[in-house]
């Protein structure tokens, strides 16, 4: 027991010592400050290096969002302009529909005129006439068929017509007279008059609109429509040559 006390003793006695003594404490002190300045510099740089790694993360999802904001600002004025095309595109297509629907209202009264020309003019080449005019009709009726091909036709149409008022042709067709049909070589001579002459050119004669029929000459016309006949095939030479036209009025 005595020895317990005596180790305890100088246990105490040197622990006292050792704290009365002012540089063991200064180092000790020291020496954890420094360790502490070691750890908070070390958390200093390593926050550093993550604040840096933060901020370059920042700095390109920044960078992105611009990029993206470009981007959609860009899509939206595509969007914008895309509209206005259609817009654009509806309202010509809403136009070009009223056109065509006009457009087919006007050819069908320019047909129905032309009708009524070719009617009322001399009945040269009626069944090429006729036939023109009737397919015509059907194209203008036909759904198929494209609103420039059916002005086209129309168009053709109109230009053959022209055509005929300057055109002097020879072509062979039947003639109705009174009381017999002919086969006969038939004149035109644009839309002035219309005479006819048998193949052996003993008989001939005009067209009298007058009458709305074939007449016969004799003598000096006859002569006259041999000779314009000859003419216009090519059997004589061209010169000026007088024809009678008919009468004009009943």
């Given amino acids: 027991m005595r020895i317990i006390l005596i180790a305890a003793t100088m246990t105490l006695v040197a622990t006292a010592l050792v ?16 360790d502490t300045r070691r750890a908070t510099q070390h958390e200093l740089d390593d926050w550093a290096s993550e604040r840096a790694a933060l901020k370059a993360r920042w700095d390109s999802a920044q960078a992105q969002v611009e990029y993206l904001e470009e981007r959609a600002q860009l899509e939206r004025d595509r969007l ?16 070009s529909q009223r056109l065509e629907a006009s457009l087919e209202d006007t050819l069908l009264s320019i047909l129905g005129r032309l009708d009524d020309a070719v009617a009322r003019d001399l009945p040269f080449l009626a069944d090429e006439r006729d036939r023109r005019l009737s397919t015509v009709r059907r194209e203008l009726g036909d759904p198929a068929a494209t609103p420039a091909d059916k002005l086209r036709r129309v ?26 049909e002919l086969t006969c070589d038939l004149l035109y001579v644009g839309r002035l008059g219309l005479f006819w002459l048998t193949p052996d050119e003993a008989r001939g004669g005009v067209w009298n609109p007058a009458a709305d029929r074939f007449d016969e000459l004799d003598g000096g016309e006859l ?18 040559q007088p024809l009678p036209l008919g009468r004009v009025g009943s």
Wanted: proline residues 1%; aromatic residues 2%; without cysteine.
């Fill in 223 to 240: 002569e006259s429509v041999r000779r314009a006949v000859q003419m216009a095939t090519r059997r004589r030479a061209v010169g000026v």
């Fill in 80 to 95: 914008i302009a895309l509209e206005a095309a259609g817009d654009e595109l509806a309202r010509r297509l809403e136009e």
């Fill in 19 to 34: 704290a009365q003594d002012p540089a063991a404490e200064v180092t000790s002190v020291a020496g954890e400050s420094q």
């Fill in 155 to 180: 168009l053709e149409a109109l230009l053959i017509e022209t055509r005929y008022g300057g055109a002097l042709e020879v072509y062979q067709d039947r003639v109705a007279l009174a009381d017999e």
